[in-house]
């Protein structure tokens, strides 16, 4: 592990990969075989799967199937909870998955396909589960797009979730989903602290700049709601009801929330960004995840994984609730369609359009 502290980068060394027999380290920083810190660039792999829809079973996720354009994330949220699915591919769940990013350029393809299939029943599909669908290498590959406009194409209802502004780049296919209630965005939201920002999440746009985005696409009546979290004990707790306020006030329809856990290596990741950036409250902070997940960070159980339990996650559940109602108590994301849904793509003659 070096000791310069990687600015831009959320995760700050690799953990090791369980499913390898062997890891690249440096073990002495006076080593003569490397004399020069090793530089984290992004590298893009491209990769064919054979088929884009993930099957959920999980009872305390909204939706039966998700679509993950990409693997890995360069947005480098440190605390991300999808970072261990890195290591399926042989890379580490640190720096690997803010840094080595898979493409699934054949996604909207893979897409149609399933749609094309007569055992589908419309239903909605996210986008994603587990990385940004408009993380920056978006803006070159363009593949959220494309799948939105095979969402469009066959009527299917999606739901994304978003931590960046590039969004509002699709406004014309947003729009167009909307006017068919088959939309909903998501932004998550885990501070207004732009210097807290930078460090526990990099490569996020700035939540103002979120908030802007929220605006716009509101007065496109797209709806649109917010993610507050994860939230974490005496880092950004504090900041639930400026978030639910600031967010109702740019036009956010809905707004839910998420607790800290840090499963996996995460739970390695997390302690190193801890430990570095706020060493004076590492304690605190650790030991009140830990009230939140029966006495350890990480928490798999359905039902208790997303808020968690305990005397403290009850102060915060009732802290989101009296914000919650103060600022959306008048209102609600409204339902997306499935009876709209075009069997084989085709534009019916008769009937609903």
Known sequence: MFSQYK?????????????????????????????????????????????????????????????????????????????????????????????????????????????????????????????????????????????????????????????????????????ELAK????????????????????????????MKIMKTISQLAAAKIPVGVMVGPIIPSINDHEIDAILKTASQHGAMSANYTMARFNGDVEEIFADWLSKNFPDRFDKVWNKVKSLHGGKVSETRFGLRMHGEGKYAETLRSLFAASYKKYFSDKGMPELRTDLFRRKGIIPLFGQQ
């Not at 990385?131 to 593949?143: A, C, G, H, N, V």
């Not at 965005?185 to 746009?205: C, G, H, N, W």
Request: charged content about 25%.
């Open 7 to 175: 600015k831009g980068r959320g995760a700050q060394f690799n953990t090791a990969n369980k499913f390898l027999s062997t890891r690249f380290v440096r073990e002495h920083i006076e080593g003569i075989d490397l004399q020069e810190e090793i530089r984290y660039e992004r590298q893009v792999f491209f990769e064919e799967p054979k088929k884009i829809l993930s099957k959920n079973s999980s009872p305390d996720i909204p939706y039966d199937y998700s679509i993950n354009p990409y693997q890995g994330c360069e947005h480098g949220c440190v605390y991300c909870y999808a970072r261990n699915v890195h290591t399926y591919w042989g890379f580490s769940a640190g720096l690997d998955w803010e840094t080595k990013i898979i493409a699934k350029k054949n996604a909207p393809q893979l897409l149609e396909k399933a749609f094309l299939s007569e055992s589908w029943t419309p239903r909605m599909v996210a986008l994603s589960g587990n990385t940004d669908p408009y993380q920056p290498l978006e803006r070159q590959l363009k593949i959220t797009r494309s799948l939105l406009k095979v969402f469009l194409k066959y009527r299917n209802p999606v739901g994304t979730v978003t931590k960046n502004s590039l969004v509002k780049r699709d406004l014309d296919l947003l729009i």
């Open 180 to 207: 068919h209630q088959l939309i909903k965005v998501m932004f998550s939201v885990t501070t207004l602290d732009e210097k807290l920002r930078r460090i526990l999440e990099p490569r996020t746009a700035h939540a």
